[in-house]
């Protein structure tokens, strides 16, 4: 069962930075749109950023000038650098992936786990 991978979360500073990254747990045919999303525990799930195979970005509204959304291809791994967080950053910050795992396979969503981000003094 093919998973995604996610690391860099933990504890910042208000105005800190972290770079979140995720890759599948093994190869994979083709990745369409990657992304992130966060959720705070009792709330939806809400976008962060996406970004597809053309490298095409999409943000939300309140993150766009602070966190910056790339993709690796032959790494096969999403990054999100986030800069000058605040303590309402702090959330579960999941990625998600559009992905065909083999030539013959339906294209369909998959998320990973989830990495805790938490910005306090």
């Known amino acids: 069962q093919v998973q995604l991978v996610e690391s860099g979360g933990g504890l910042v500073q208000p105005g800190g930075s972290l770079r979140l990254s995720c890759a599948p747990s093994e190869n994979i045919f083709i990745i369409n749109a990657m992304g992130w999303y966060r959720r705070a525990p009792g709330k939806q799930r809400t976008l962060v950023a996406t970004i597809t195979s053309s490298v095409s970005t999409n943000y939300a509204d309140s993150m766009k000038d602070r966190f910056t959304i790339s993709r690796d291809n032959a790494k096969n791994t999403v990054y999100l650098q986030m800069t000058s967080l605040n303590v309402e950053d702090t959330d579960v910050y999941s990625c998600?992936?559009?992905?065909?795992?083999?030539?013959?396979?339906?294209?369909?969503?998959?998320w990973g786990q989830g990495t805790q981000v938490t910005v306090a003094s």
């Open positions: 998600y992936a559009r992905m065909k795992v083999a030539p013959v396979s339906t294209p369909r969503e998959f």
